[in-house]
C-alpha cells in the first residue's frame, strides 16, 4: 500500500479486515516493524477518536507519532497552483510539504471541506497536494469527500459481529440519515458506502429524505429509498448518520426529528446493531435508549479505531 485515501487503496479489504482483527487479539505482534520510523498527523480540524487510535496504533508498531495541529497553530497554508499570497495564507503546501516528507515517513492528514463549494470540495486539492508535493505515503485522516480509516473499521466491526452468524447469512446494511443542527459534510456516509459497494459483502441499503441524495460515485451498487421503515426491515445492521445535501450543496432543508432511530423502530429490524462514528448529538441524531441500549455497537466501532490505523500503518510500512 503506498497511500491510504479511499477505497481504491484497499485491494483486499478482507485481507485487511482479517490482519486488523489479528492485531486486535495481539497488539504489540510487529513491534519492532516500525522502529526508527516517524509518522506526523496533521489536524486542519479537530479530532478525537482519529487522533488518538493513529498514535496509539503507530505507537503499537514501534513508530513515533507527532502531533501537529497545523490549522490552529500553524502557518495559513495555501493550496492553490500559482496563487498571488497577497491574501491570509502565509506559507504554500508546496514549500511546507517537502519539509513534512523530510521530517516524516509517513504523514497522515485531516482536513474537512468548505460546504461551500462542491467542486473544490470534491476535487480532494488538498489531500492531493499533500501527495504531489511530501514525497512520502500519505494516509487520510479525513478528507473533504471520504474518511477511509473510519470506513474500514466499521466494515471490521460489521465482521467482528458477523463471525457470530451462520456464514451464509448476508447482512442487511442499512445507512440511514439522521437529523442534525447543522450542516455536516458527507464524508463518512459517501465513505462507508464506497467501502460496503467495494466489499459486495452485503445486502446494502441507503435511506435518506427527498434532496439528501449524495454523489453516485459512491452509492451506486447500493439500494436508495426515502422510506426509513422499508429500509429497515429486516436490517442487521443500521448506520445512523446525518449528511447535509449534495445537489444544492452544503444546505439543511429538513431537520425531520420523525427520522431520528429510537428503539420503536428498531422493532423492525432483524435485531439490528446500530452504528456511528461519533461524535453524535444524543437526542438529535440518535437517542439515548439506543445509544445506552444493547443494540449499540458505537463503543467498540470507535475503539476498533485503533486496528484500521494499525493494519494500514503496518501495510504502508512493510512496502517502504
Ligand atoms: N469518528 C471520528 O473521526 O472521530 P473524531 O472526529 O473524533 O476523530
Known sequence: MKNFISAHDAADIDGLVKKALAYKADPFKDKTLGAGKRIGCLFLNPSMRTR?????????????AILFNVGSEGWAL??????????????????AAPIFGKYFDVLAIRTFPSLKNREDDYSELYIKQFIKYAGIPVVSLESATLHPLQSLTDII???EHSRLKPAAHKPKIVLTWAPHVKPLPQCVANSFSQWINAWGKADFVITHPEDYELSEEFTQGATITHN?????????????????TFK??????????QWMLTNKKLEITNQAKVMHCLPVRRNVELSDEVLDGPNSLVTQEASNRVWAAQV?????LKNK
Request: charged content about 30%; glycine content about 4%; cysteine-free.
Open 157 to 159: 466491526t460489521i465482521q
Open 228 to 244: 426509513q421503515d422499508e429500509a429497515l426491515k429486516d436490517a442487521d445492521y443500521v448506520y445512523v448518520k446525518n449528511w447535509s
Open 78 to 95: 495555501e493550496f492553490e497552483e500559482e496563487a498571488i499570497m497577497s491574501g491570509n495564507t502565509v506559507e504554500h503546501v508546496k514549500d
Open 52 to 64: 488518538l487510535s493513529t498514535q496509539i496504533a503507530a505507537q503499537n508498531l514501534g513508530m513515533d
Open 248 to 257: 444544492d450543496y452544503g444546505k439543511i432543508y429538513e431537520s425531520d426529528p
Open 312 to 316: 494500514v500503518l503496518s501495510e504502508i
